[in-house]
Nanobody
Framework: QVQLVETGGGLVQAGGSLRLSCAAS????????MGWFRQAPGKEREFVAA????????YYADSVKGRFTISRDNAKNTLYLQMNSLKSDDTAVYYC???????????????????WGQGSQVTVSS
């Protein structure tokens, strides 16, 4: 079983930056594709970014491309999301997730992810 814990959320002004971290425990996630999703109040959960097991392949939602960067440190069993040029539309609870199967790539489909963190609130004030 994999446990995921997100940290680094908070309140930031529009145009500012935050870095989210997602620490995994219970099992090494170095063989699993991982991703970030978010859910704003009254909206459905949406894909943000994904990364393959090596970190060599990444995939972003159009809404964050060029502003957000996903990365991972397999030695630390940790996933990151660097968020720059934040906008009020980025306000949401951000969730990290690990894919169901090992040796998996980057995917935007939430159905392929079996393990989820509890979420971290990001609030961008305009």
């Amino acid at each position: 079983q994999v446990q995921l814990v997100e940290t680094g959320g908070g309140l930031v002004q529009a145009g500012g930056s935050l870095r989210l971290s997602c620490a995994a425990s219970g099992r090494t996630v170095s063989s699993y594709g991982m991703g970030w999703f978010r859910q704003a109040p009254g909206k459905e959960r949406e894909f943000v970014a994904a990364i393959d097991r090596t970190g060599g392949s990444t995939y972003y939602a159009d809404s964050v491309k060029g502003r957000f960067t996903i990365s991972r440190d397999n030695a630390k069993n940790t996933l990151y999301l660097q968020m720059n040029s934040l906008k009020s539309d980025d306000t949401a609870v951000y969730y990290c997730a690990a894919r169901r199967s090992p040796y998996s790539g980057a995917s935007s489909s939430a159905d392929l992810y079996a393990y989820w963190g509890q979420g971290s609130q990001v609030t961008v004030s305009s």
